[in-house]
Every structure is written in C-alpha cells, then in structure tokens.
C-alpha cells in the first residue's frame, strides 16, 4: 500500500514539473500564445523636470505617506495610491514637499 502511495507522489510530481515548463508560454500568463514569447512591457513616457513649468498640473497621491509628484496620472508610480489621485500645479506640489517621481519624471534632457 505505501509503495503506490510513493509511485502516486512521483507521478504528481512528474506532472507538475511537466506543467510548469509548458505553462508559461500560455497566453494566460502573460506570453504569446502563438510564438511563446513574452509581452513586452508599455514604454514609459519620461518628460524632463525643467520642461514642467511651476503652473502646470501634476498628479499627487493624497494618502499619508506620499512624496512624489508624477507629471501623468497614469504613471506606474501611482498604481499603488490607496487614496485619490489628484491634479495641482507643480507650485503647489513642491509646496507640500513633494518630489518628483523618479519613474514618468528624468533629471536629464529627454531625447
């Protein structure tokens, strides 16, 4: 009786392994189902901080422990945001101080 409870634990876990190769190439999980290969992520759009004038709207999370300002209410930097999203000039964001994100936002010229 043990013995095919073993050989029953070893087929399980044939099965399993056997899954687990086949399955990431599922579109359900992400992948192309015709090709095998993985969705690339959306791209970024970053602007350059000196190109957001002080009256120009940016986007804040208003939770608690928010710090950043995001120049796109659909950064992925705010994806985590609990509370609302808010737009307010930049002013008015650096007056609660507020940084800029480091995701939608770049320290350096865009090109």
Do not use: W
Not at 50 to 57: A, E, G, L, N, R
Not at 92 to 98: F, P, V
Request: glycine content about 10%.
């Amino acid at each position: 009786m043990k013995l095919n409870n073993y050989r029953n634990l070893i087929s399980v876990g044939i099965g399993f392994a056997i899954l687990s190769f086949a399955l990431p190439s599922c579109s359900l999980f992400g992948g192309d189902s015709t090709t095998g290969e993985n969705e690339e992520a959306p791209e970024v759009h970053r602007v350059f901080i000196d190109s957001i004038h002080p009256d120009d709207t940016v986007y804040i999370c208003t939770g608690s422990g928010s710090k950043r300002f995001h120049a796109s209410d659909s950064c992925t930097g705010l994806n985590g945001c609990r509370k609302e999203v808010r737009g307010l000039t930049r002013r008015e964001a650096e007056n609660k101080k507020r940084t800029h994100c480091q995701i939608c936002i770049s320290d350096e010229q865009v090109e």
